[in-house]
């Protein structure tokens, strides 16, 4: 069964320092997220990505933070310079495009997630 | 805007009976609900979703839900714990904006005692 994958899983960072988590999304998903859980806290939308630009980001994804889609296969969350309250679980997830754009029963199928740690 | 409530942040179960995991939801328009699973050190799994069909929503790993309009919940429930089923349990809302983003309860920790 095809997977999201995330590389690394953990990842550990000097404060200032950039940083780039890696996602390979499924083969013929169109539509790519990134979310991220603070511990203890919920589980928070960051940034959806369709056509080689961002569709929407939440108020968290300001100016450090950007995306990529560098080629055809990998999506990229970049954070410039890293700050302590960075530090979190980083999910990576998509979503086909069956049944049309507004259609609600697409499902988002994650990665297991890379945990940043920011020293 | 939408939002989840998990109305339990840990439940404990002996093994072999039933699991209820309570969420509620907040939606002003008929809403796309999820729960998801995160066992340790995996990924969110999908278990069921509700998508303005049939009520009872059956996933996997013998897990169903229940959509009830007139008390806004979608609880999550079992009939016999498995160890196995020990993990973390996500309620979480579709968005009907177009970024289509996914609003997350808080969590509910499920612990199974032997």
């Known amino acids: 069964e095809p997977e999201v994958t995330q590389t690394p899983s953990h990842q550990v960072t000097q404060m200032g320092q950039e940083v780039i988590l890696r996602c390979v999304p499924i083969?013929?998903?169109?539509?790519f997220y990134w979310y991220r859980q603070i511990l203890g806290q919920k589980v928070e939308f960051l940034v959806s990505?369709?056509?080689?630009?961002?569709?929407?980001k939440s108020e968290i994804f300001d100016d450090q933070f950007s995306v990529e889609r560098p080629d055809g296969s990998n999506f990229t969350l970049k954070i410039r310079s890293t700050k302590l309250e960075d530090s979190a679980m980083y999910f990576c997830?998509?979503?086909?495009?069956?049944?049309?754009?507004?259609?609600?029963?697409?499902?988002?199928?994650f990665g297991p997630g890379t945990r940043l740690t920011v020293l | 805007a939408q939002s989840v409530t998990q109305l339990d942040s840990h439940v404990s179960v002996s093994e072999g009976t039933p699991v209820l995991l309570r969420c509620n939801y907040s939606s002003s328009y008929s809403p796309s609900l999820f729960w998801y699973v995160q066992h340790p050190n995996k990924g969110l799994q999908l278990l069921l979703k509700?998508?303005?069909?049939?009520?009872l929503v059956k996933g996997i790993n013998g897990f169903e839900a229940e959509f009830k309009k007139s008390e806004t919940s979608f609880h999550l429930t079992k009939p016999s714990a498995h160890m196995s089923d020990a993990a973390e349990y996500f309620c979480?809302?579709?968005?009907?904006?177009?970024?289509?983003?996914?609003?997350f309860g808080s969590g509910t920790r499920l612990q199974v005692q032997p």
């Open positions: 979480v809302v579709l968005g009907d904006t177009g970024r289509r983003a996914l609003t």
């Open positions: 997830a998509s979503r086909s495009l069956a049944g049309g754009i507004r259609l609600s029963t697409d499902t988002q199928y």
């Open positions: 509700y998508t303005s069909a049939a009520t």
């Open positions: 083969s013929n998903h169109l539509y």
């Open positions: 990505f369709y056509n080689n630009e961002i569709s929407e």
